[in-house]
């Protein structure tokens, strides 16, 4: 019998249903169509790949911390589950992160995720090694040793073929050239620019690196942005439990605080992180010093960065320049230095 192929939360779902125990099954193995694998006995009447599915984390008392892959980014993360019972094989569930890599990320050589050993001591010399959590190759001090050497490599370029490029998935790929995809307008993660980007009318996209939106785009392939000042605010993940973030409104030139997940993307656990991270270079008024001397009658407002609030104080003097950690209101204040962010589907 043919597979059968369903949609969910703008997913597609690959299943294949078995007459028989006999019957053969079939394991695809490329991203783009959607890892599908299936048991020796073929013992179930369904077979649904658990890496394309939602994690059914629960909401009871009795959690304890586990692993799920994200379909979403292509990573797997850790969250609080319930207890799962006998079949959690046919659950997005993982007892640990490297049961989770081997099963949803077999692209990805298994030395990728694993710590560099022999570091430093005498003699020492500089060698490369994978850091899948940034996604970045970065250096080390390296001498030979007693152990085995894993997630090692002699220089970066040798670090970025074996690792980083497997570790792209999807959104290492390019596009064919002469051809045409009629009326759809395609957006393509481009790894090199680290941006998304509208296809030309006469480029299609190749193995699912291909999207209809912006957000969608940066949601798959934005962990492998370097700047996450510039992605949109958005929950790159899924989570169980959301908690106060802050993002930097490439728009609004400011950070916004939202309700989100700890994750990859423009979120920050903080709005001093935040603005630090995002504006300071630029001299926004919210990140510069307070802008007051000496006591006086004019009461006025600055923001404090660090417990994001806007507070009065009186001044010696009542000009405010505009320009500066100093506010004429409490409104101008909270406005400028602790607005909420106001989802825009159209972000570009």
């Given at each position: 019998?043919?597979?059968?192929?369903?949609?969910?939360?703008?997913?597609?779902?690959?299943?294949?249903?078995?007459?028989?125990?006999?019957?053969?099954?079939?394991?695809?193995?490329?991203?783009?169509?959607?890892?599908?694998?299936?048991?020796?006995?073929?013992?179930?009447?369904?077979?649904?790949?658990?890496?394309?599915?939602?994690?059914?984390?629960?909401?009871?008392?009795?959690?304890?911390?586990?692993?799920f892959y994200d379909w979403r980014t292509g990573v797997c993360l850790e969250t609080k589950f319930e207890y799962v019972d006998e079949?959690?094989?046919?659950?997005?569930?993982?007892?640990?992160?490297?049961?989770?890599?081997?099963?949803?990320?077999?692209?990805?050589?298994?030395?990728?995720?694993?710590?560099?050993?022999?570091?430093?001591?005498?003699?020492?010399?500089?060698?490369?090694?994978?850091?899948?959590?940034?996604?970045?190759?970065?250096?080390?001090?390296?001498?030979?040793?007693?152990?085995?050497?894993?997630?090692?490599?002699?220089?970066?370029?040798?670090?970025?073929?074996?690792?980083?490029?497997?570790?792209?998935?999807?959104?290492?790929?390019?596009?064919?050239?002469?051809?045409?995809?009629?009326?759809?307008?395609?957006?393509?993660?481009?790894?090199?620019?680290?941006?998304?980007?509208?296809?030309?009318?006469?480029?299609?996209?190749?193995?699912?690196?291909?999207?209809?939106?912006?957000?969608?785009?940066?949601?798959?392939?934005?962990?492998?942005?370097?700047?996450?000042?510039?992605?949109?605010?958005?929950?790159?993940?899924?989570?169980?439990?959301?908690?106060?973030?802050?993002?930097?409104?490439?728009?609004?030139?400011?950070?916004?605080?939202?309700?989100?997940?700890?994750?990859?993307?423009?979120?920050?656990?903080?709005?001093?992180?935040?603005?630090?991270?995002?504006?300071?270079?630029?001299?926004?008024?919210?990140?510069?010093?307070?802008?007051?001397?000496?006591?006086?009658?004019?009461?006025?407002?600055?923001?404090?960065?660090?417990?994001?609030?806007?507070?009065?104080?009186?001044?010696?003097?009542?000009?405010?320049?505009?320009?500066?950690?100093?506010?004429?209101?409490?409104?101008?204040?909270?406005?400028?230095?602790?607005?909420?962010?106001?989802?825009?589907?159209?972000?570009?």
């Amino acid at each position: 019998m043919s597979p059968t192929i369903f949609i969910s939360g703008g997913q597609s779902h690959l299943v294949v249903r078995k007459s028989s125990h006999r019957q053969f099954c079939e394991s695809f193995n490329s991203e783009s169509s959607l890892l599908r694998s299936c048991s020796g006995s073929c013992q179930s009447d369904t077979v649904v790949d658990v890496c394309s599915l939602d994690p059914v984390t629960g909401s009871g008392y009795d959690r304890h911390d586990a692993w799920f892959y994200d379909w979403r980014t292509g990573v797997c993360l850790e969250t609080k589950f319930e207890y799962v019972d006998e079949y959690s094989d046919e659950q997005n569930y993982f007892a640990s992160e490297e049961q989770c890599n081997s099963k949803c990320r077999r692209g990805v050589p298994n030395q990728c995720f694993d710590d560099p050993r022999n570091l430093g001591g005498k003699n020492d010399i500089e060698k490369w090694t994978y850091n899948y959590t940034s996604t970045q190759c970065v250096p080390f001090r390296w001498a030979k040793g007693r152990w085995p050497d894993k997630n090692t490599f002699t220089s970066k370029e040798q670090c970025i073929q074996t690792c980083r490029i497997p570790d792209l998935g999807i959104c290492g790929y390019g596009f064919h050239n002469e051809c045409k995809h009629g009326d759809d307008l395609y957006i393509r993660y481009n790894y090199q620019k680290q941006i998304c980007e509208i296809l030309q009318p006469d480029e299609c996209p190749i193995h699912g690196n291909a999207f209809y939106t912006f957000r969608a785009c940066y949601q798959r392939c934005g962990r492998f942005v370097e700047d996450k000042c510039k992605l949109p605010i958005q929950n790159m993940s899924f989570c169980s439990e959301v908690k106060t973030r802050y993002g930097y409104n490439t728009k609004t030139l400011r950070c916004e605080v939202f309700q989100g997940c700890e994750d990859s993307g423009n979120s920050f656990p903080s709005a001093e992180a935040c603005w630090n991270s995002c504006a300071k270079a630029s001299k926004h008024r919210c990140v510069q010093k307070p802008d007051y001397r000496f006591p006086g009658i004019f009461k006025k407002y600055y923001y404090d960065i660090r417990h994001d609030l806007c507070i009065s104080k009186r001044l010696f003097r009542g000009y405010v320049s505009g320009d500066s950690n100093l506010f004429e209101t409490m409104e101008d204040c909270k406005a400028t230095c602790m607005a909420t962010y106001k989802y825009d589907p159209d972000w570009l």
